[in-house]
């Protein structure tokens, strides 16, 4: 075996590895839910549209596709959260400053745990500046 096949396959063979945490990690019951406004989730801003999102509660990521492009899906780094009694319905949590929405928290209906989403640098900036706050929750459909 070349050396180049040796490393090719060892990359393969990475690729895979890396591939199946994945893919167990994914709920069974990922959110659907059209979102109409643009947004940013995990440093990234990601266009208004109808996205699939599995929160993978303690995993330590929240995975989001989305439907018409699955080029803009991704993986974003979050915490647990807890409340006391289950959540009646699945919901995203978005921080609105001004114009601009982030991401917060991904809960899903019967649950008391759920997922809390890393602070971008953006959007510490906005709350370093005073900006005015305004939670809005999105219900999946």
């Given at each position: 075996?070349?050396?180049?096949?040796?490393?090719?396959?060892?990359?393969i063979a990475?690729?895979?590895?890396?591939?199946?945490?994945?893919?167990?990690?994914?709920?069974?019951?990922?959110?659907?839910?059209?979102?109409?406004?643009?947004?940013?989730?995990?440093?990234?801003?990601?266009?208004?549209?109808?996205?699939?999102?599995?929160?993978?509660?303690?995993?330590?990521?929240?995975?989001?596709?989305?439907?018409?492009?699955?080029?803009?899906?991704?993986?974003?780094?979050?915490?647990?959260?807890?409340?006391?009694?289950?959540?009646?319905?699945?919901?995203?949590?978005?921080?609105?400053?001004?114009?601009?929405?982030?991401?917060s928290q991904?809960?899903?209906?019967?649950?008391?745990?759920?997922?809390?989403?890393?602070?971008?640098?953006?959007?510490?900036?906005?709350?370093?500046?005073?900006?005015?706050?305004?939670?809005?929750?999105?219900r999946n459909?």
């Amino acid at each position: 075996m070349t050396m180049n096949s040796a490393l090719s396959l060892a990359t393969i063979a990475f690729a895979a590895a890396l591939s199946v945490p994945v893919v167990q990690a994914q709920s069974d019951n990922p959110i659907t839910i059209d979102i109409p406004f643009a947004y940013t989730a995990g440093g990234k801003m990601l266009p208004a549209g109808s996205y699939s999102v599995d929160a993978n509660i303690g995993r330590g990521f929240v995975t989001l596709r989305n439907r018409e492009n699955p080029k803009l899906s991704m993986m974003v780094p979050a915490n647990t959260a807890r409340v006391r009694d289950a959540q009646e319905a699945s919901k995203l949590v978005f921080h609105r400053y001004n114009d601009t929405y982030f991401l917060s928290q991904v809960w899903t209906q019967g649950n008391e745990v759920g997922a809390q989403l890393l602070p971008s640098k953006a959007e510490k900036e906005f709350v370093a500046r005073n900006a005015k706050l305004i939670i809005l929750a999105s219900r999946n459909q």
